[in-house]
């Protein structure tokens, strides 16, 4: 929760996800500077509503996440960042679960070219709509099947794309590259 994210925008959009889903939760892993502000905000706008974590280990924050209707990324447009990729992007995808970022730039282009989840722009509105829509896919049954196949191409992805074997290989191929020219 850097400042340079902008993860409250997800606490204030919480207050319209809970008029259409009164049980919703966010839960928030990690820390970072933001962390105070963030909490501040969380207080007064959606009491009991949001947990704050802390560091957890790994194994134990992909568990969360394996579980997760949505994972949930930002960062604030326009201020120098757009050409970052948040590693939870790809820890999501490789845990199947979808991803709704708010932001613009490279990352909004990686959630949307490859079926990671929703981007929708950083403002509170377009991301409790992307909410909602992720919590309403998750909880109608006649949508499971393609939902776990949803999950498991997400994960597939991030095997074929963000694994440390998928970096060991595009390695490998760039140096035999250079020894075969």
């Known amino acids: 929760m850097s400042e340079w994210q902008g993860a409250d925008v997800f606490v204030r959009a919480l207050p319209r996800v809970l008029r259409a889903h009164p049980d919703a939760q966010l839960r928030f892993f990690g820390r970072g500077s933001d962390i105070d502000r963030v909490e501040e905000i969380a207080a007064r706008t959606a009491p009991g509503h949001v947990v704050f974590e802390g560091l957890r280990p790994a194994a134990e924050t ?39 970022y708010a932001g613009a730039g490279v990352a909004a282009e990686l959630v949307e070219d490859n079926g990671l989840g929703a981007a929708v722009d950083h403002d509170a509105d377009a991301v409790a709509e ?26 597939d992805w991030a095997a074929e794309n963000a694994s440390l074997a998928a970096s060991g290989r595009l390695a490998a191929e760039w ?6 020219d």
């Open 175 to 180: 140096l035999l590259q250079g020894f075969a």
């Open 62 to 100: 992909a568990e969360w996440t394996r579980g997760a209707v949505a994972a949930l990324g930002a960062v604030l447009p326009n201020i120098g960042y757009d050409f970052t990729k948040p590693t939870k992007i790809y820890a999501a995808a490789a845990c199947g679960t979808p991803v709704v």
């Open 130 to 155: 992307a909410m909602i829509a992720a919590l309403d896919r998750r909880r109608d049954p006649a949508l499971a099947e393609e939902n776990d196949r949803l999950r498991r191409r997400r994960a």
